[in-house]
């Protein structure tokens, strides 16, 4: 059963520092491995999707790395800014076309 | 061009109740999802809609149905509601049954269902 993890739950930092957001899975048979931005209450915004044959993507300040032999993904924010401030969640797909989901980072970045 | 739309965007209903969550996907979007997120969690899938027929159902118990129309939307039906079905129900559409083969996955806002 594939399972998602996402570490830390929750982050603070000032604004102007790189940081970085790890999620890891422990099957490594997926098709992709697809982040995305979720404000307070409201839907999900795709950033990044990494195909398994990836392994990495980039958008703008957003950088996604993909390492299917250990089951880690890592997100690096540069040079965040308060509007960066939301819950980012990682989730893999299988071949079933369902999206299992890690339970979130929430993000706050301190003008 | 619209995206994903859900309807209602929010409700209270009491507990042995029933409801009924309405989704439109992207134009020429066949695939429709529907994922369940409980406050402070991930989105856990409940069903996937492909061409009319169910393509996957999560584990979630017989109140909770779904079905899907001609024109691609879709319903998601949940009886006998209790505490523990208050969450943000959310939508998500694709072009085909598999997302990673046909395209990405593009979610709504979400309907936002509180039960009393």
């Known amino acids: 059963k594939q399972e998602v993890t996402q570490i830390p739950a929750a982050l603070s930092v000032p604004e102007g520092e790189n940081l970085v957001l790890n999620c890891s899975f422990t099957?490594?048979?997926?098709?992709?491995l697809q982040w995305f931005r979720q404000d307070p209450g409201k839907g999900l915004t795709s950033l990044l999707l990494?195909?398994?044959?990836?392994r990495e993507q980039t958008s703008g300040r957003l950088n996604a790395s993909l390492d299917k032999s250990s089951g880690r993904s890592t997100l690096y924010i540069a040079a965040s800014q308060p509007g960066d401030s939301a819950t980012y969640l990682c989730?893999?797909?299988?071949?079933?076309?369902?999206?299992?989901f890690g339970q979130g980072t929430t993000l706050q970045v301190k003008p | 061009d619209a995206g994903v739309t859900q309807s209602p965007t929010h409700l209270i209903k009491t507990r042995g109740q029933h409801v009924t969550l309405r989704c439109s996907p992207i134009?020429?979007?066949?695939?429709v999802s529907w994922y369940q997120q409980v406050l402070g969690q991930g989105p856990q899938f409940i069903f996937q809609?492909?061409?009319?027929?169910?393509?996957g159902r999560g584990n979630f118990p017989d109140r909770f149905s779904a079905r899907q129309f001609p024109n691609y939307s879709s319903e998601l039906n949940v009886n006998a509601l209790l505490l523990g079905d208050s969450a943000l129900y959310l939508c998500?559409?694709?072009?085909?049954?598999?997302?990673?083969?046909?395209?990405?996955?593009?979610f709504g806002e979400g309907s936002r269902l509180t039960v009393l």
């Open positions: 990494i195909q398994s044959s990836q």
């Open positions: 809609y492909y061409e009319k027929e169910e393509r």
């Open positions: 998500a559409s694709s072009l085909g049954r598999v997302p990673s083969i046909t395209g990405e996955l593009f």
């Open positions: 134009s020429g979007h066949k695939s």
């Open positions: 989730a893999v797909e299988g071949n079933t076309g369902k999206l299992i």
């Open positions: 099957d490594s048979a997926i098709y992709n």
